[in-house]
Every structure is written in structure tokens, then in C-alpha cells.
């Protein structure tokens, strides 16, 4: 008889009061709980407290990293990752229960995603299944790439793919999309300085272009109507911002003085 392997459930938090307590509900069943927050400012460590008394603080020095310290919090060989804005379904849950009731024959799962912006769940552009790093893996089979966003990861086994799906509320409205694109672009400049990128002209042009174009037309957004042509706007906007912070990060770096009076 196969004994059901037991799940640590870990999720990294920083300043996100509105969507931890239904991101830790919706995953009470795990045999553990773990919140890593990068000392907050909000409630998020007093809520998460309610659920868990597994919450740790961990300065936050990239992505990548800070999910590396939070599985290795985790004492079960399985580990589900999900992020605050997250919501782990029932269906969802029970697909994970029957497979780690049996003997799975993956080391690391990628996880359907449905996005829910501007009143609705959006499934294009590129929004469905829209799968991050695997969400469910083997505690010693997989780590994250330690870059500071958008991080890989190296996986020393199968992928497999489960076809339940969770929940994500990226974004509340367009102003908080903003002060997200705000940090992540902030982030993917300096981590395209750390890979030794060179920032061409060019590119404050041509990959935003290419960004609404993909989006809005290869990627089916025109077919979600107004959120889906917004869609595409915001994140040409992001994919403008990102690289005009990365040519001033360039121009810092080479000892040129930007923003001088």
C-alpha cells in the first residue's frame, strides 16, 4: 500500500494585507504552512500569523532567492508555491491529494493559472493557462535560479503538468498594476545589468512594439475587447519603462550623470 505523501504549502508575502488571508485560506488542507515575508509593513505578518505559526522574515535580495530560503523551511519531500495573489481551488486541491496518493511519476509540476483583471477573467492575451515555474515539485528536485524576477529554475527529474488550475488576482486595478510595473521594472533593469546585457537604442522602440503587437493580435487580445486592448497597452507602457530604466542604470554604470540640474 502506498502511504500519501505529505505537502508543505509555502508562500513568500511582502506588504500584500489585501490578499494574504484568502491566499492562506485557500490552502488550509496542506499538512504545513509556511510564510516567508520580507518584513512587511502592512498586517501581512499579523494575518499570516492566524493560519501559521511557521512565518519567517527574510530580506528581500531577488525572487529567486527569497523562494530558495522559503522551501527550505519546508520538512515534507513535496512542496506546493503559491504567491498571495493566488487562491488554491478545491479542484486543485484534490488533483494534488490524488496524486500524492499514488506514486507520481513527475519530480515537478507546472500549474494552470486564470487571471481575473478589469472585471473579468481574462483569457488572452496569453493569460490562460499562463503557467509560472512548476507550483508543485520534490523538495530535493528542484531549485530556483536565485535571480532577482522573472526567475528560472533547474530541475533534476520529469515535468508534468496538472490540469486543475489556481486562481490569481494579479492586479486590483490599473493603479496598482502600475505601482507593480513600478518594482518589477525596477528589478528586470538591474537584473539585465547583472547578465551583462548592452542596452541598444533600438530597444525603447522595437520591444515595446513587439510587446502590444504579440499581445494584442498574435496572443488573441483583440478578442477580449477593451480589457484586452488595455492589456496590451499597459504592458508595452512596462516594456518602455523597463528599458529606459536600464539604459539610465547603463549611463550610471559608465559614469555619465543623469538627472543633473
Not at 518589477?184 to 542596452?199: I, Q
Not at 499581445?215 to 507602457?237: D, K, N, S, T, V
Request: charged share 30%.
Amino acid at each position: 500500500m502506498i502511504i500519501p505523501s505529505k505537502l508543505s504549502v509555502v508562500v513568500i508575502a511582502y506588504n500584500d494585507e489585501p490578499n494574504i488571508r484568502a491566499c492562506l485560506e485557500s490552502v488550509r488542507w496542506a499538512d504545513e504552512l509556511i510564510v516567508v515575508d520580507s518584513h512587511s509593513t502592512d498586517a501581512t505578518e499579523k494575518i499570516s500569523r492566524e493560519f501559521t505559526d511557521k512565518v519567517f522574515q527574510h530580506e528581500f535580495k531577488g525572487f529567486g532567492r527569497l523562494r530558495n530560503e522559503a522551501v527550505a523551511h519546508a520538512t515534507h519531500d513535496w512542496v506546493f508555491s503559491l504567491d498571495t495573489d493566488e487562491r488554491a481551488t478545491p479542484e486543485i486541491r484534490d488533483e494534488i491529494r490524488r496524486l500524492l496518493a499514488t506514486n507520481p511519476q513527475a519530480d515537478a509540476y507546472f500549474v494552470p493559472r486564470r487571471n481575473y483583471f478589469l472585471g473579468r477573467w481574462i483569457r488572452q492575451p496569453g493569460w490562460y493557462p499562463n503557467y509560472r515555474q512548476p507550483q508543485l515539485f520534490r523538495k530535493d528536485r528542484m531549485r530556483y535560479r536565485e535571480e532577482l524576477v522573472h526567475e528560472g529554475f533547474d530541475l533534476d527529474g520529469r515535468v508534468g503538468y496538472l490540469k486543475e488550475h489556481v486562481l490569481q488576482y494579479p492586479f486590483r486595478d490599473i493603479d496598482h498594476y502600475l505601482a507593480k510595473m513600478n518594482r518589477y521594472s525596477d528589478l528586470m533593469a538591474r537584473r539585465m545589468m547583472e547578465d551583462g546585457k548592452r542596452f541598444r537604442p533600438r530597444d525603447l522602440v522595437t520591444h515595446p512594439v513587439f510587446t502590444f503587437f504579440k499581445m494584442y493580435f498574435w496572443q488573441r487580445g483583440i478578442f477580449e475587447g477593451i480589457p484586452g486592448l488595455i492589456l496590451a497597452g499597459l504592458y508595452a507602457y512596462y516594456t518602455v519603462v523597463k528599458y529606459a530604466k536600464f539604459w539610465e542604470l547603463a549611463e550610471k554604470a559608465e559614469g555619465k550623470v543623469v538627472g543633473s540640474a
